[in-house]
DNA sequence: CCGGGTTATGCAACTAGTTGCATAAGAGAC
DNA sequence: GTCTCTTATGCAACTAGTTGCATAACCCGG
């Protein structure tokens, strides 16, 4: 139950609309938290209804036009709330590594170039988490704010790294299966 | 959509009751796809109908009696086209890093007894998997099935490396705060 | 023989996330 | 001026996962 608390944040760092929080959502928080437009107008519209943001009076409401949302003290009180509260961490659920598993029974064939593919997606994000921690991270730029949101930054160019070097292994490995293995 | 093939992996490996998959996906199976006994009873009763697997005839199928199922020549098909078949990777969801650039908005107040908690969760979901590697994959045990079923525990305990390794960065990071940030 | 704990199975309701599609305004092409 | 593309907002239906609770048999102590 994060999503509401995602855009708390993001609308604390800048007050926007649903557009462009979905562009954020692309971007930034999306790489920990992701959410579709869908997700964010529906939600946008629960917040602003519990009284935790309103829109930005500017702009007149009809449809196709921005809507810009602003939080609310009460709205900052509960991410605080949230933030600070107690949680389990969840169970993490990763297809490919049950996919390897399911390899071990019913053969690995198929599975090879997929996850080579994989190995692509996680090297390519990896980059972009490379070129925001340049973009974003100069030397010199740590501020308390700046040093929390590098760590998370951090935390997903360490994950990328690892998921790489992980999917290389696994590649290696797979080169020295007996073809049998394959079906 | 993996949960039942999670659960066609664990009936080959094992033909099993709705409990004792229960008690699987506790340990092994859960640690990457998790699931409550009330999913597995109800995608048991799914994969019956549409004929992937069926119940074991020994026991007469009264309630409180054990129920073993097998996996049928259909579901087998199933799982090996679904291991290769290509799939994008789903974008993953972490509040722990949700809260803490959260927190570099509205404060780093209490989370840092829960950074320590998770910190130690982790570090014993690492012990667990260090035991069982030590049990189940001693030196020589090698064939092609223990050496893709060993791969997959050994991105369990990197990542679980990796996070009691951030989760003490983070900490560290926590320590040189100023106190004006922590509300 | 009965009362409480354990084993085993399962339904129903709810919450969260995804997919598909609809609506409307403005911008520029012709 | 109207057609089409892009921007912007949003509803509805569906799928997956979670929570709460119910049922029933067996097992063991007293």
Redesign the interface.
């Known amino acids: 139950m994060?999503l509401p608390?995602?855009i708390?944040?993001a609308l604390?760092?800048r007050p926007s609309s649903g557009l462009e929080l979905t562009r954020r959502f692309d971007r930034s928080?999306?790489y920990?938290?992701?959410a579709t437009h869908q997700q964010i107008y529906r939600e946008l519209g629960r917040l602003e209804a519990e009284g935790l943001i309103r829109a930005l009076p500017s702009e007149q409401p009809a449809r196709g036009q921005k809507k810009a949302y602003e939080v609310l003290p009460a709205g900052?009180a509960e991410?605080?709330r949230?933030?600070?509260?107690?949680?389990d961490?969840?169970?993490?659920?990763?297809?490919?590594?049950?996919?390897?598993?399911?390899?071990?029974?019913?053969?690995?064939?198929?599975?090879e170039?997929?996850l080579r593919?994989?190995r692509e997606?996680?090297a390519l994000q990896l980059a972009e988490y490379r070129e925001i921690e340049r973009r974003d991270f100069p030397p010199g730029k740590d501020g308390?704010?700046d040093?929390?949101?590098h760590?998370?930054l951090?935390?997903?160019i360490?994950?990328e790294t690892?998921w790489t070097q992980?999917l290389d292994?696994?590649l290696s490995?797979f080169a020295?299966?007996?073809d049998?293995?394959r079906?």
């Open positions: 994060s608390h995602a708390l944040t604390l760092e928080i999306g920990f938290w992701s900052r991410l605080a949230w933030t600070s509260a107690s949680q961490p969840k169970p993490h659920r990763d297809a490919m590594l049950l996919r390897l598993r399911a390899a071990a029974v019913v053969g690995t064939d198929g599975l170039a997929d593919r994989h997606l996680h308390p704010e040093r929390l949101r760590l998370v951090r935390a997903g360490d994950l690892f992980w292994h696994a490995e020295r299966l007996p049998t293995t079906e």
